[in-house]
T-cell receptor, first 118, second 113 residues
Framework: GAVVSQHPSRVICKSGTSVKIECRSL??????MFWYRQFPKQSLMLMAT?????????EQGVEKDKFLINHASLTLSTLTVTSAHPEDSSFYIC??????????????FGPGTRLTVL | AQTVTQSQPEMSVQEAETVTLSCTYD???????LFWYKQPPSRQMILVIR??????QNATENRFSVNFQKAAKSFSLKISDSQLGDTAMYFC??????????FGKGTTLSVSS
């Protein structure tokens, strides 16, 4: 149980285009999902917190108009990188908190999405 | 604001030996959780072990155990009988109910035969 999927796992796009990344909780309901960004050999940096049915909360320095987050249901959150540029190339990871089993603050991580912007 | 510090960027150990990864944190909160996550080359984050701050007893999961020193704000991970599959990046993380995790910079562990 507690599986989180991400789609796509890898994406290559041209500069200026938009890319959507999906994060799904497959066997539980997630009231809260988190989006992280990770550069090679570095730690995970929180980008935003996504709550079902409400606007996402962005961390300082993260452009909300560039990284659009939608959490329309209890099992799906999407991250759209708008007008992507090469500096947006990174590994994006989502995590989800189980609505019922939110004990111990455990979060379940997706496998990540590698974005390459040419 | 909470911070998590991992002072060992890289560690290496021989198979079957024991290794300890260090982690310190800073917080003024009394209720929180601490985690160790493993990120192998696949980059999937895997929960290794979890500790509730209110519990004095150190958590243990098979070959993995922690030394939780609340007063010193220290949370080290001991890996016994190291295996080649333990090769990965290890992250220490701090969390509170309902909030995102705060990660340390990570320690790259290499296990050799």
């Amino acid at each position: 149980g507690a599986v989180v999927s991400q789609h796509p796992s890898r994406v290559i796009c041209k500069s200026g285009t938009s890319v959507k990344i999906e994060c799904r909780s497959l066997d539980f309901q997630a009231t809260t999902m988190f989006w992280y960004r990770q550069f090679p050999k570095q730690s995970l940096m929180l980008m935003a917190t996504s709550n079902e049915g409400s606007k996402a909360t962005y961390e300082q320095g993260v452009e909300k108009d560039k990284f659009l987050i939608n959490h329309a249901s209890l099992t799906l959150s999407t991250l759209t990188v708008t007008s992507a540029h090469p500096e947006d190339s990174s590994f994006y990871i989502c995590s989800a908190r189980d609505r019922v089993r939110g004990r111990n603050n455990e979060q379940f991580f997706g496998p990540g999405t590698r974005l390459t912007v040419l | 604001a909470q911070t998590v510090t991992q002072s060992q960027p890289e560690m290496s150990v021989q198979e079957a030996e024991t290794v300890t990864l260090s982690c310190t944190y800073d917080t003024s909160e009394s209720n929180y959780y601490l985690f160790w996550y493993k990120q192998p080359p696949s980059r999937q984050m895997i929960l290794v072990i979890r500790q509730e701050a209110y519990k004095q007893q150190n958590a243990t999961e098979n070959r993995f155990s922690v030394n939780f020193q609340k007063a010193a704000k220290s949370f080290s991970l001991k890996i016994s009988d190291s295996q080649l599959g333990d090769t990965a990046m290890y992250f220490c993380a701090f969390g509170q109910a309902g909030t995102a995790l705060i990660f340390g910079k990570g320690t790259t562990l290499s296990v050799s035969s």
